[in-house]
């Protein structure tokens, strides 16, 4: 795959997770973002790394894995939840982009254990109905990925337990708006 493709997609994933950042979704370096990059001979995506502040991020700051969580391009830690983000991808060949905030209002419920009832119909058209949330799993570990696939399903967001909310769609602003 061209450099100059990876380069746009690493710069399409930073761009996002800064908008996260601005939009009050996270804080500091908590969450993530990725997209699933369209590679015919393997499973790829660009993510973004562990630990590092939003408001600082710049292109190194996202790398290129594939699905075991190698490194394609980049050198630095991709996210604790990259495993969570591949199992998603596995599970949802229509999903493209995977956004993983704390947002105030989706940890909240996710902390209190609470389903979201479709309640407006755009959570219907938007979300794919009630969003409900996933068995605890730690994070960073296969479990969570495991668990928020199976609370997900065919929907388009699920919240963690005691954690927060994963939004997926078919681009990155999808998922954001999600």
Known sequence: MANNTLNNIRASVMATAKKMAK????????GNVSQRVQDPERDLLAITVA???YNKFVLDDVVIIDFDGEAIEGDKL???????HVAVYRARTDVNAVIHTHSIYASALAVAGMNLPPIIDELVVSLGGEIHVAEYGFPSS???GENVVAALGD???VLLRNHGVVGV???LEEALAV
């Open 142 to 144: 296969e479990e969570l």
């Open 78 to 84: 991709p996210s604790t939840e990259t495993m969570t």
């Open 169 to 171: 769609g078919d681009s």
């Open 23 to 30: 939009a009050g979704l996270v804080s500091g370096a908590s």
């Open 51 to 53: 630990g590092k502040d």
């Open 155 to 157: 929907r388009n967001a």
